[in-house]
C-alpha cells in the first residue's frame, strides 16, 4: 500500500511538470488568437488596439525563417491560427493540405483595396498537387507586404552600370572582397540562374518567359549553377542573411545582394534619415542605393494564412478585416520598412496643427516619402506611373535621379515587376540536387588523397593517445628504465626503510 | 509495554509517506526518458530511414561518398582541435597563476575571466568581431577569424576546470618534492603537470566537441564562408527539410564524439568534472 501511494505521488510530480507544459490548450479559443509573424514584421501598438476594440486578445509569437514555421506547422497543425509565410511556402502548405482557403465575403473594403497587380499575379499561380490542386494562392491568403530582390550598392565607388546586370560588378577587381550574396540558398540559387541565362532573360519578351528561365531546377542548371557561384566565390567578402544592411552602412562591402525591405533601411540609415533611438538622427554617412538588374530577379509576397487546425473563425476574420484597413496598412509600412500589398482606401491622419484630414497611401506614402518635383528644375528628373499598382487614375510621382534608387525599393515600376519572377516551390528531390550544389559553394573540397592522409593521421595519433594511456596493460609498450637511480648518479647512500629502525 | 509500544510505532509507520531512494528517482527516470533518450532514439530511427519512413543506409552512403561533407567533417575536427590546443596553451598559465598567486585573493580575478560568460554569446561573438575589425587585426584569413572566435568563447571552459584541478590539489606534495630536492622546474613537470591531466581532459571534452558544431561564431567569424558540420545539420533540418540526411549527420558526429571522450578518457570516474562555480 505504501509503496503504491508513493509511485501514486512520483507519477502525480511528474503529470503536474506535463499540466504545466499542457495548459495553454485548455483557454477558452474564443478569445484568444494566436498569430504567428516574422520578427519586427508589425506595428505591435496595433495589436493592443485590435484587443481594445473587439475584446479579442492576441498572443503573438515570431519566426525566423519559413521553413522553421513550416515545422512547427507540421509538428502541431493547431499550433496557431494564422501565419505569415512566404508565397513559395503557401505554396506547398496547400499542397500538402496545411491551411484553408479564406472567406474574402468577411474582410470587409479587402478586395477593393488590394492593388489589382497584386491581385492578378496572386491568381496566377496555381497550387500544382493535393486536394486544392488547380485553386489559385490568391484564395488562401490575405495580402501583407510584398518586395523584390536586388544589389545595394554604395554609389562612391560602384557605378550604376555595374549594377544594371547580376555579373558586373564582379568584373571590376577593385570590388574584390567588398561584395556579399544571400546564405539563403533559394535567393543565391536565382541570382546564379540570372548570371547563367544572362543573355537569354535579356531577350525575352514577357514575365512567362522569364518566369520560365528562373524556375529552371533541370540537373544541368543547377550544376552551371553551382560552378557559376563558386566561380565567384573568391571575391565575395561573405553569405550574410542579415548583417549585410549593417556591412554596407559601415561600409565593410561595397555592394550585396538584399531584399527591398533592407535595402529601404540601410539607405536611409546610410542617409542619415533614420531616427536613433533617443530620438535624434545621424548624420549622413554614404550614399547608398538600389538596383533592380537587367536580366530580371525574384519578387515575393507575404501573406496571413490560416492553418488547417484552425477553428477560431470568427477572430480570425475579425483580425484581417483589422489589418487590412489603410490605417493599419500605413501604419505598418511606416513601421516595417516594407511595402504593402494594399494601396487603395481612405482613411484619416492629424498634420501638425492637429487638423484632421482625408488621405491615402499614396499621397501619404509615395508623394509624401519620395516626390521631389517642388526642388526639381523643369525637364529634370524621372517621372514614374505607378498606376499598375494602385489602379487607374493619376499615380504619377516625380523623383531626382538620386532617389529613384530609394523610390523602387519600396515601389518598383511596371517595367520592372515585369522582368521579375515568382520562384515556385521546390520538389523534395529538386532539394536534394539543389542541396549537393549549395554544400559544393559553401564548402571546401579536398583532394580525395589528401582527405585519407588527414584521416590516417587522425586515426594515428589518436591510436598513440591510447596506447600511451593504456602503458600499463601493454608490457611490451614499457619504454626502457633508466639504468641508474637518481641517488645511485649523485652518488648518495641510499638507506631502505626497513633498516631504518637498525641505525 | 515496551513491546507493545514498537508495534504500535510499526503500525503507524506503515501508513506513513517515506519515499524510498528508488521512488523518488522516478521523475528523472521519466525526464531521462523522455527528454534524452527518446531523441536519441528518434534520431536513429530517422537516420536509417528514407523520407518514405522504410528502413534504408541510403543518407549514410550519401554522408560517406560526398567529399565535400567529408571535408567539411575533417574542417570541423581541425578546427575544433586547433582551438583545442590553443585554449591549453593560454589557460594553463592562467589557471597555474589564478590559484598560486596572491592576485586572486577571494576568487576576484577569477570572477573577471568567468564573467563574459554570463553575457550572451551570440552577443559576446558580435562585439568581438567588431572590436577585431576596428583595431584591424580581422579579416586577412577566415578560419584564422573562425580560431580566433572559438577560442574566445571557449577560453572559460578550459581555464575552469583546470583551476579546479590545481586549486583542490595536495600541496603538500609539492612540498615533499621540493623537500626532497627537486627544483621548481622539476616539482611542475613531475608533480603538479601530471596531477592536472585530468582538468586538462575534461577541459579538452568541453572544448573540442562544442567547437565541432557552433556555426553561430563560424558564420559571424567566417562571414558565412567556412562551414562546419553544425552548420551542415542545421541546413538539413531547415533549408532542405530533409531530417533522414540530418539525423545521420548527426550520428556520425555522435560517434566522433564518443571515439573523442574515450580518446582523452572523458569515461574515467576520478576525473574531476568540477567547474561549478
Redesign the interface.
Known sequence: MKKFISIALALMLTSSCFTLFGCTESKEQTSVLRVCNCEDYIDEELLTEFTEETGIVVEYSTYGTNENLYNELVINPNSYDLVVPSEYMIEKLAEEGRIQKLDFSKINGYEDNLSPFIKERLDSLKVKNGEYKGSSLYEFMVGYMWGTMGWVYNTEYVSSEEVSSWDGVFANSELDNKITIKDAVRDSYIVGLAMVYGDQLKQSKNNDEISEILNRVDRDSINLVGDKLNSIKPMLYGFEVDSGKNDIVLGNIYAYVAWSGDAAYAIDVAAGEVEDDDGTFVENIRDLSYSIPEEGSNIWFDGFVMPSGSTNHDAVYKFLEFISRPESVYRNMNYTGYTSMIGGGEFSAEDENGEEYQTDIFSEVVLGWFDESEDLEEGEGVLVDLSYFFGEGDYTVTVSEEGFGRLIAQYPTAEIVERCAIMSNFSSETLMDINDMWEGVKGETFPSWLIILIVCVIVLLMALMVLYRNKDKFPWLKLPERKKSYAERKGLKVIKIEEISDI | MTEKFINEEKKTR???????RK??C??YG??LALFVVLPLLLIVFYAFTD?DGGFSLANFVRFFT???????V??S??IGLATTLICIVIAYPVAYILARSNLNRGGTLLMLFIMPMWINFVLRAMAMKDLL?LIGVFGFNNYVNVIIGMVYDYLPFMILPIYTVLIKMDKSLIEASKDLGASSFKTFTKVTFPLSMSGIASGITMVFMPTMTCYVIS??F????I?IIG??ID????????WNLGSAMAMVLLVIML??M????GFKSDDVRGTNI
Do not use: C, R
Open positions: 506503515k501508513f506513513s509517506f517515506a519515499f524510498s521512488q523518488l522516478i521523475p521519466l525526464f523520407k560526398s567529399s565535400t561533407t567529408i571535408t567539411t575533417i574542417i575536427v581541425l575589425t558564420d559571424t567566417g562571414n558565412g564562408l562551414t552548420k551542415l541546413e538539413q533540418f531547415t533549408t532542405f527539410q530533409n571515439v573523442s574515450w580518446v582523452t578518457g
